[in-house]
Structures are given as structure tokens and as C-alpha cells.
């Protein structure tokens, strides 16, 4: 049976009779979950009660729509000093493969999706340590020249950190320079798993767990949006993951700035952590259950198909996601750790997808904007 199916009823029942009834009253009541009630849903055995819970949820936020942009990523540099073990996608500035594009090459590759409907680009990178400051805003602005109306996502947090380094000035300063030359919001990756155990073990040269999350309150300080993000299946434990996404909702609490949260499975291959097997496809749609469940605040949970492949991020949508991220045209994070995804798909493809997973598809921009929905036009 579809789990859109089930009645309230008889997914009370089901709870109650798996020990979780009192989780599932506080889903129904819309009351907030503890951390333990956090541990308990990740540890509960009944992983298709979880998702029917996230699904209540996510239904009572979004009813039967689930949303896609036309989206383009840049990914302008590999080369970064931080060394983090679970990353196939870094360069030394030396190594083979190593590349840093120049705005003129960045503009090109704007300009060749012109004839697409393209509303945004995504733009992460490795943490170069010789790049100038100017070198952020030129490319915010080459963005800009080739496609006005275009909306720039860019730059996670250590960027940042990274850019107001290289500023030598504090990022509430440098952030208004940013805006104007064309940033519109930020992506939420780099926050890995906050834990300071795992942070030493996997990426100690990078960001802070609480590093991440000051700068990102700085971020929606200064009128920007931005997602976040949990990089889980790798050595992190259940409570681990818990503290995540509990230090997140506390942050949204406070800022109100996160649109979307995105589980971010680990993928092993070309990485230090080669030998770890990564995540399982029920692994993966219990993060986004649980996501759903525990982040109360915070309006959006994404299945990126990129990483979680086409029909996991279509179950997703059942278990607490509603929304696959857009059309991509270019992915190299996932694709060097063993991807084997596609790196584009076109616009008709994810609306089919999304209907093929009996739910409604809605274009939008970045901001959540409605750009297209599937009432508004007989054809696409
Ligand atoms: O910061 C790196 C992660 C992130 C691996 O905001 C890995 O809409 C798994 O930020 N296995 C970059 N994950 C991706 C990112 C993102 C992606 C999609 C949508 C949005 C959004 C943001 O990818 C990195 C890191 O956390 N990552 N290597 C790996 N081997």
C-alpha cells in the first residue's frame, strides 16, 4: 500500500503498537521532537512508519507538490588546501587535473545555456588558497554580464570564511560587496556532520561545526537565504547526527534564514575513506525521514537525485523530501566520488519523473518562487 495511503489512524495505530505512539502523537500535534525521540526514530525498525510520520508532515506543508528548478552548476575551482578525507573531488595546486576557471571561461559557460530556461547557477568550489578577492567578485559578476536576470547561489561557508580572509576584513563588511556584484544566496554544503570528534577525525583544516553556523547566522544577518546540509554514512553515530540536526533547527529559531535542508549521502570511492561502504538506499531515505520529522522550522527537505540516484529521490518524496534540486548540467563533487548518475537531465525529464512518483510537479526559482506549475499550462 502506498504509504500516501494511510490514514492518520492507522499510522497511530501502527506507532503504538511499534512502541512509537508517543513520537507520533507529538507528529500529529505538530509538537516539537526531542533529541531522544531523534535517536529512537533512527533507531526504530519499522523504517516505512518513519517515512509514513515524514510523509504526514511533509504533505501538511506541501500537500501533493514536490519542486524542481532549471539549474545550472559551476564548480570554478578543485584546488583546496583543506584535505578532507571524504572528498574525491579536491586538487593540490600542482597535481594532475588541478584547474581554477577564469570569469571569461565561467561567462562562456552561462552564455552556452542561454537557450535553456535557466533561473539559477550553483556555485561551490575547493578552498583555493591564492585566489584574490577580486577574483569572487569577478566571477559574481561575469555571471551577471552573461545572464542578468539570473539568479547566483554561491559560495558555502567556508568560502566565505575564505573570501573574508583574503578580504582582510570581517564578512559582515565583505557581504554587501558580494551582494552587488550579483550573489543572491548561499548553497548549504560544507557542513558536514558539526560534531568536533568528527571534524577532528575527517576534515580538522576545515570549518568548525560552530564556525559553520556562526557564519551562516552572519549570512541570513545580512538579508541571505541559505540552505544546509548533513553529510551522513560515513563515521558519524546516530547521536551524532541527532546534535546536527538539533544545532540546525536551534540556528533556523534564531535566523529564520534556511530554506532547504539536504541529507548528503556519503559516496566512498576515490576517497581517504574508500574502505567505509557508505550509506544504503533505506539508509538514505531514513535521513530524509528523519530530517523531515526533526526539523520542524525549516520549510523545505531536498532528495538531490544527483547523489541519491532517480528512484531513490522519487521514494523520497514519500518519506519527507519535496523537492530533487534541477537540472545541473555539469556535477564533478559526486561524479569523482563514484557518481554514476547522469550530469543533466532536461527540464521535460524531471517533470516526468516527479509525476512518475504521483506527485505534482512545481518549477521554481530559487527563493521558492512558483515559476511554472503543472495547473497553470496544459503542455511543458
Ligand atoms: O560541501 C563532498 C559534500 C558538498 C563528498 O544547497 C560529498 O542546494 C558525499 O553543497 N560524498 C557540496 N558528499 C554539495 C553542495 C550542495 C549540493 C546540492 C545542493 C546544494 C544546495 C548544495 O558535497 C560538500 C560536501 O559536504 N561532499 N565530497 C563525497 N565524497
Not at 547521536?239 to 534564514?257: A, I, K, M, N, S
Not at 559526486?334 to 519523473?353: D, F, M, N, S
Amino acid at each position: 500500500m502506498s504509504l500516501g495511503l494511510l490514514t492518520s489512524a492507522s499510522i497511530m495505530e501502527r506507532a503504538t503498537s511499534a512502541g512509537l505512539g508517543e513520537i507520533a502523537g507529538k507528529v500529529f500535534d505538530g509538537e516539537r521532537l526531542s533529541r531522544e525521540d531523534g535517536v529512537t526514530l533512527y533507531e526504530a525498525p519499522d523504517l516505512h512508519l518513519v517515512g509514513a510520520l515524514a510523509n504526514h508532515v511533509r504533505e501538511g506543508l506541501h500537500g501533493d507538490r514536490a519542486y524542481f528548478n532549471v539549474n545550472q552548476h559551476i564548480n570554478y575551482t578543485n584546488i583546496c588546501n583543506k584535505l578532507c578525507r571524504f572528498c574525491a573531488f579536491q586538487r593540490l595546486p600542482k597535481q594532475e587535473g588541478a584547474y581554477v576557471m577564469s570569469p571569461e571561461v565561467i561567462a562562456e559557460k552561462i552564455t552556452e545555456q542561454l537557450s535553456e530556461p535557466v533561473t539559477e547557477v550553483h556555485m561551490v568550489a575547493g578552498i583555493h588558497p591564492k585566489l584574490d578577492y577580486d577574483y569572487y567578485l569577478d566571477i559574481l559578476r561575469a555571471v551577471k554580464g552573461a545572464r542578468p536576470e539570473i539568479h547566483i547561489k554561491a559560495f558555502t561557508m567556508i568560502e566565505l570564511m575564505q573570501i573574508a580572509r583574503v578580504a582582510r576584513r570581517p564578512l559582515e563588511e565583505v557581504l554587501p560587496e558580494l551582494i552587488e556584484a550579483g550573489l543572491g544566496s548561499c548553497p548549504g554544503g560544507g557542513a558536514e556532520v558539526f560534531a568536533d570528534r568528527v571534524h577532528l577525525e575527517g576534515y580538522h583544516l576545515k570549518n568548525t561545526g560552530q564556525q559553520w553556523i556562526d557564519t551562516a547566522r552572519t549570512v541570513h544577518e545580512a538579508g541571505l537565504r541559505s540552505n544546509c546540509t548533513m553529510l551522513h554514512g560515513h563515521i558519524e553515530t546516530i547521536e551524532e547526527r541527532v546534535d546536527h540536526l538539533d544545532r540546525l533547527r536551534l540556528l533556523q529559531d534564531e535566523t529564520g534564514g534556511l530554506q532547504t535542508y539536504i541529507p548528503l549521502s556519503f559516496h566512498p570511492e576515490n576517497t581517504e575513506w574508500a574502505h567505509l561502504p557508505g550509506p544504503t538506499a533505506l539508509d538514505e531515505l531514513r535521513e530524509i525521514a528523519v530530517g523531515r520529522l526533526m526539523l520542524d522550522n525549516i520549510p523545505h527537505v531536498k532528495s538531490y537525485w544527483i547523489m541519491l540516484d532517480i528512484p531513490i529521490a522519487q521514494l523520497a518524496l514519500s518519506y519527507g523530501s519535496d523537492d530533487v534540486d534541477g537540472t545541473v548540467v555539469e556535477e564533478r563533487i559526486y561524479h569523482e566520488a563514484g557518481a554514476t548518475t547522469p550530469q543533466e537531465v532536461k527540464r521535460a525529464e524531471l517533470i516526468q519523473w516527479i509525476r512518475d512518483a504521483g506527485r505534482t510537479p512545481v518549477e521554481r526559482d530559487t527563493l521558492y518562487n512558483v515559476v511554472w506549475e503543472e495547473a497553470a499550462l496544459a503542455e511543458v
